[in-house]
């Protein structure tokens, strides 16, 4: 069977804020210049917002820009920041510090990114775009003379065989004059686009965290809508970066989440059971008895900042959003950031249409990000981030310099190290001793993984690849202790007996699309690729 191909001025590779507002854009300025264009956007997630997950608190300034009236138009933003505390923890105690200007939330909104995605979506397909969700692109087109022409969706019905099922279909062809990939952090079409174009030399490696989260519903006499708590220290070391949040939204909900920077040395080490291990300290805990947990999920976020920015064009497409990095670390924020870019992108790719013969790469766009808010908010917190890689008072220490002595003006920008190569052998720490979940408060991975309403077609290939298959074994378990059975947050990979030998056994049912295993492995033989369209997690209110 051959592909079925479609022709679009532009696609979209992802239905994420970044993604969207591209499209909507797009669509805005064809309507007001009377010019007609075409636009499609394709969403790996069963739905648009199925697999989107953030803290989040939004600062609403892109939103403003793209739909001015967002309020009468019935956007979900409808629990406004209250009361910011921020805490440092020990084991027993906690002690409250002055909350950095970065951290201030007056005039932002506690959020569901993920039902702001699915408005953003409505607001989408009304305007004129084509928008598919649980369909994945899986393959990068290119033209004879090197240019991108497009994405291929995976195919359907293939079997884990690799061989044709009764319900085989051919993935479709999506031929653009520019595609915008709109990935997400550590996109798996992105990171073959950095490698043919060369779109990362001259920048500092990216830097990653994971985030782990759980929605719960509260006794009504513990919620407060607005309430924002953030925390550092206790429960991980003065090496490991890291901190939690606590954001009151309406209807009796908590998020509580956690985010430890994939920077981290013990190769003992479980973010999740760091997360489970937090919510156990006395001036958290008591928020969470007698409630309900509603949902779960995890995700990577790109931590590198201003100076892990790739090169943001190449011939035929152009990057937005978190797949190039525009996370505002220390506020902790990076919605406004990844929509304002595809906005500036959206305005750029709309003037070269406009030309007879259109350039086939959009320099407009990284030049006119550079002239706004968005390069000068990252350029001032650049060196937040990686202070703490000296530890985290020496970190706590040179951010207050730099915010309130410097002023983010400092003459001078440290880089990144990529994150993997950070991990020390087993024998350099002591493992670390998880006390064992209560099912009340704390939970283990499996029943973590089944509230995220994570589904994949069983009978298709595993989407968790191994450049090498011995490497787990001989690599990993010999000198790390098997760190991909700590790191993963949903009990993908586990090591068992196999004929009296170990051998790593991949639960590929279980991925929530964290994408964590690509980034953190020592090695870097996990390369993480789509698996069928709509599947992964469906994550409800996250």
């Known amino acids: 069977m051959e592909r079925e191909a479609m022709e679009f001025d532009v696609v979209v590779v992802g239905g994420g804020p970044s993604g969207l507002s591209t499209a909507i854009r797009l669509m805005q300025l064809g309507q007001k210049n009377e010019r007609e264009i075409s636009v499609c956007l394709v969403e790996k997630g069963s739905e648009i917002g199925a697999h989107i997950l953030s803290g989040a608190v939004i600062e609403t300034k ?45 005039g932002n909104y506690i959020v569901s990114l993920g039902n702001v995605c699915r408005w953003l979506g409505e607001q989408a397909e009304s305007a004129g775009v084509e928008v598919y969700p649980g369909f994945a692109a899986a393959e990068v087109l290119y033209h004879e003379d090197g240019r991108v022409k497009g994405v291929a969706t995976g195919d359907m019905g ?5 061989e044709h099922t009764e ?13 915008v990939f709109a990935e997400g952090c550590r996109g798996s079409l992105t990171k073959t686009l950095f490698e043919r174009f060369n779109l990362r030399d001259g920048v500092s490696p990216q830097n990653y965290g994971i985030g782990i989260k759980e929605l719960w519903e509260v006794e009504p006499e513990k919620h407060h809508p607005g309430k924002i708590v953030h925390t550092v220290g206790w429960p991980v070391d003065t090496e490991t970066y ?9 209807d009796n909900q908590v998020a509580v989440g956690f985010v430890i920077g994939l920077d981290y040395k013990n190769p003992h080490l479980s973010p999740f059971d760091e997360f489970q291990r937090f919510k156990t300290h006395p001036s958290i805990r008591p928020t969470f008895e007698g409630g309900r947990r509603i949902s779960y999920g995890a995700r990577a976020l790109s931590e590198g900042g ?29 919605t ?14 709309f003037e070269a249409l406009a030309k007879d013969d259109p350039a086939p790469v959009v320099e407009a766009y990284p030049e006119e990000l550079k002239k706004t808010w968005v390069w000068e908010e990252l350029y001032k917190v650049r060196n937040i981030k990686p202070a ?67 589904n994949h077609e069983e009978n298709q290939p595993i989407h968790l690849t191994l450049k090498d298959d011995s490497i787990p074994v001989k690599v990993n378990l010999t000198e790390y202790d098997g760190p991909e ?20 056994q991949i639960n590929a049912q279980n991925c929530v699309h964290c994408k964590t295993c690509d980034i953190k492995d020592p090695t870097q033989n996990i390369n993480w690729v789509v698996p069928e369209g709509g599947g992964g997690p469906n994550y409800p209110n996250m």
């Open 242 to 250: 890291g901190g939690s949040f606590l954001y009151h939204l309406e």
């Open 62 to 106: 892109a939103l403003d820009e793209l739909i001015p009236d967002w309020k009468d138009k019935g956007a979900p933003l409808v629990t406004p920041a209250t009361d910011d505390q921020f805490l440092f923890l020990t084991e027993k105690k906690s002690y409250k510090l002055p909350t950095p200007p970065q951290m201030n939330n007056h």
């Open 388 to 454: 703490f890689h000296k530890g985290f008072w020496a970190g706590l220490i040179y951010s207050a310099l730099d915010t309130y002595l410097f002023f983010g003006r400092a003459p001078w920008t440290f880089k990144h190290h990529a994150d993997h190569s950070q991990l020390k052998k087993k024998s350099d720490y002591p493992k670390i001793d998880y006390p064992k979940p209560d099912g009340v408060i704390t939970f283990d991975k499996l029943s973590s993984v089944f509230i995220s309403n994570t």
């Open 336 to 349: 406004h950031t990844a929509m304002k870019s595809g906005i500036t992108c959206a305005d750029a790719v």
């Open 167 to 179: 319900n085989y279909e051919p993935g479709v062809e999506l031929h653009a004059k520019y595609t």
């Open 306 to 334: 201003y100076q892990s920015i790739p090169k943001l064009v190449f011939p035929g497409g152009a990057l937005v959003g978190d797949t190039a990095g525009f996370l505002n670390v220390p506020k902790i924020k990076g």
């Open 485 to 504: 059975q700590l790191y993963c947050p949903a009990g993908v990979y586990e090591f068992v007996e196999e004929d009296d030998k170990p051998k790593l």
């Open 158 to 162: 293939v079997g884990r065989d690799g």
